[in-house]
């Protein structure tokens, strides 16, 4: 039977509105496939890449007037080390006044404490013995890494007032010195006018032959005269005094300040390790 005219019409219509509703629905079907894919990456199970570290700022070169240590002593010191060690020299770092707070000899408070009127690094002790402390142990980890035979030795007590009790610095020191161990005792000199700078105050010549590692700090440092103030107890007993600056600005500045404590530290240690390298190469 053939249909009339407006049924044909509105079957058309009603065709072509199907088909365009099909291929509408088709077409988000395909995009909303498309959107999943692109935003459904596998999860990685590698770290994300991190910034690579800033390289620490390099430390200052020696230099007259040295732009870290300040100024060398200017004492008349004329000996020179000459005899050999072995590579494997075992070394032993000390801090300054360890064991002599509140006794006669507990170091020098520091020109900040002493003149600014500004609290010690850490109360009950002198700021030297507290720096003194710091660069010791930067040196002995920094040796270490560098292949030396290095350690510390730290008394049992910051205040021992018998100078020849088995603990301190000095009855350590005579031991170690006597079965050929380098003995260094890391110090910081008072402000001017009274300290005079960086140098090594060496072993007394009773105690043995000034060698090529108090050679190199010297040079490094600078040298006191072997009977400095006489002869001191410590190189009466075997210790090589160094006197790595005296405790004022601006190296104590930047001691004291957070921001550059660190780097100035091991700056400091790297001066002394480098000698250290170099005497016993």
């Known amino acids: 039977m053939r249909l009339p005219a407006w049924m044909r019409r509105r079957r058309v219509a009603s065709g072509l509105a199907i088909t365009g509703l099909s291929l509408a629905t088709l077409a988000m079907t395909k995009a909303a496939e498309q959107h999943n894919w692109l935003g459904t ?15 620490p700022e390099p430390c200052p070169e020696p230099a007259t007037p040295d732009p870290l240590l300040g100024p060398r002593t200017k004492k008349p010191g004329s000996w020179v080390g000459r005899s050999p060690v072995q590579s494997n ?15 006669a000899s507990p170091g020098t408070p520091g020109y900040a404490v002493d003149q600014q009127k500004r609290a010690p690094m850490q109360p009950g002790i002198r700021d030297e013995l507290f720096w003194n402390r710091q660069v010791q142990a930067a040196v002995v980890s920094q040796g270490q890494a560098r292949g030396l035979n290095i350690r510390a030795y730290t008394p049992p007590s910051i205040s021992i007032s018998n100078d020849d009790d088995p603990a301190t610095n ?30 090594l105050i060496p072993v007394l010549a009773n105690v043995r032959e ?13 040298r006191y ?11 009466r007993r075997g210790i090589g005094i160094l006197e790595i600056a005296m405790l004022e600005p601006p190296l104590e500045t930047k ?25 016993v190469s």
Not at 41 to 55: C, G, I, R, V, Y
Not at 171 to 178: P, T
Not at 225 to 235: D, I, K, M, S, T
Not at 255 to 279: F, I, K
């Open 210 to 222: 000034l060698n090529v590692v108090d050679e190199s700090l010297a040079q490094a440092f600078g």
């Open 255 to 279: 001691l004291r300040d957070p921001s550059s404590r660190e780097h100035t530290v091991n700056c400091l240690a790297e001066r002394v390790v480098n000698a250290l390298v170099q005497g």
């Open 225 to 235: 005269p072997r009977l400095f103030r006489g002869g001191l107890g410590g190189p």
């Open 170 to 199: 000095w009855s350590k020191a005579k031991v170690f010195s006597e079965r050929g161990e380098y003995v260094l005792e890391i110090h910081f000199d008072a402000y001017r006018p009274h300290g005079f700078g960086s140098g």
């Open 89 to 103: 020299l075992p070394i032993v770092v000390m801090a300054g006044h360890a064991d002599s707070q509140g006794t």
């Open 41 to 55: 990456a596998k999860p990685s199970n590698e770290p994300a890449e991190q910034p690579a570290p800033e390289p």
